[in-house]
Every structure is written in C-alpha cells, then in structure tokens.
C-alpha cells in the first residue's frame, strides 16, 4: 500500500478568522505530514483549472443542489445543469481570491479519506459536531443562495484519489515538495 497526497486549502475565510492553526494542528494530529505548503492569493488561472466547469462537474453540482432543495421543501429554479455550474464556479471562485489561502499537501496512508472525515461535509450545517465545519460554522446552501454566494465552509480538501493528484499538480510544483 502506497501513502497518498491530498490537497488542503484553508480558504481566505478561515485564514481571515485565524483559525489556521487550529485547522493544521487538527489534521497534524491524525499522524498525516505536511509534505507542501504556502500562502497564495489565487488568480483566474489556477481558479479556472481548479473549478473547471466541465459537463460532469454540472451535472453532479445539479443532482446534489436539486437534491437538497427537495428535501428542504425549497424550489429548485435551474433546468439547465451548465447555468447552474456557471454560477457556483462564479461564486467558488470569487470566493476563493477574496484573500490569500494557505495550501497544503497532506501525505499518509488513506489521506484523502481522513481528511475528507475531519473536515466534514460540504454544507456547515449538515457537518457533524467534531469536524472543522462542524465546530466552527453556522452557514448554508440556502442562506448562500439568499445572499447570492459560494457557501463559506473555512476548508478544501480533495474529494477523492484522482481529484487529490490533479490539484496537487495544480498548486505546486515537484521541487516545493519536501
């Protein structure tokens, strides 16, 4: 069995509440290293890459928002799965350059999933008391959506073994890897 590499984005509105320390020292303690890390002030390139609106990403985007809204008695406006990954791409990306980030490579065995279970669900509301987004956040979908932006969630973490190798190629390159 291999280690793996995860990536781990500590969005602009975790690094604004300061909650990076915390954050770091709860996935340290899993016994997964930091191999990479830096500040970045991302731009349109590497956002671009990072949320690229493909068929399948709106597609699964779609599925889950509209399945959300109908289990919270809510409308789901949008017929056509490319408007609506055009959107949050908009929001996710504009969120994501509001500030600088700290990104970082995880490595260990099962990284991706152990991360993946600290950080906790996409949606704050629905992550479990214990998870970063469960301890530290009060946001929603439905509360983004009213206020016409991505949802504030302080974390990224690479969702399975594929997307951790591409965005790990995405934000760094082999020599700032230790």
Same mark, same amino acid.
């Given at each position: *069995?291999? !280690? ?15 909650? *990076? ?5 709860? $996935? ?8 990479? *890390? ?27 928002? !509209?399945s959300t809204a ?17 959107? $949050? ?13 700290? #990104?970082? $490579? ?10 993946? !279970? $600290? ?11 214990g998870t970063i ?10 509360? #983004? ?34």
């Open positions: *069995m291999e !280690k793996e590499r995860t990536l781990v984005l500590i969005k602009p509105d975790g690094v604004q509440r300061g909650l *990076m320390g915390e954050i770091i020292s709860r $996935i340290e303690r899993t016994g997964l290293k930091i191999v990479g *890390m830096k500040m970045v002030l991302a731009g349109d390139e590497i956002l671009d890459k990072h949320y690229a609106l493909t068929d399948e990403w709106a597609r699964e985007l779609t599925e889950k928002s !509209k109908e289990k919270e008695g809510r409308d789901f406006p949008f017929e056509n799965h490319m408007e609506l990954g055009g959107m $949050i791409q908009s929001r996710l990306k504009k969120s994501l350059s509001e500030g600088p980030a700290i #990104a970082m $490579i995880w490595e260990g065995f099962h990284a991706v999933q152990i991360v993946r !279970k $600290i950080v906790g669900h996409t949606e704050p509301k629905q992550s479990v008391p987004r469960g301890d530290f956040l009060l946001d929603s979908y439905e509360l #983004a959506d009213k206020e016409e932006r991505a949802v504030k969630n302080l974390i990224h973490a690479s969702s399975d073994l594929n997307e951790a190798k591409r965005e790990v190629g995405l934000w760094f390159v082999e020599e700032e890897f230790f």
